[in-house]
């Protein structure tokens, strides 16, 4: 299992990789069946991030980083300096839609060996 949510910009001059204290956080949305979800579910959903997105940039709490689908979620990608606030920006947002119902974010933390792990945080 891949643990790593960075980007995958491999730039020589690491001007697009994120600065260490950019901190990723993940939005992962159950759908109605165990693929891709409907149609109309993806055409919501993405409707959702777009109003998300800029909400978070007019905050100034982060940036959208787009999202993916597959095994009957979707999982919106997040990021920005302080995950937590982040999180509670999106938090009430979220709420309000019926796309975020059993809904949870997904965060990096250090276990205390050192390793990084997942932490399900629920909406």
Known sequence: MNLDFGSDDDSADGSSIPGADERDLLVVLRLSNRQMGTNEERAEITLMADRLAAAVEQAGVGEYDGD????????????????MKLLGFLRPLLQRSSYARGAHFVRLIEAADGDMKRENIPL
């Open 68 to 83: 993916e689908y597959g095994g009957g979620e979707c999982t919106l990608f997040f990021c920005g300096p302080d995950e």
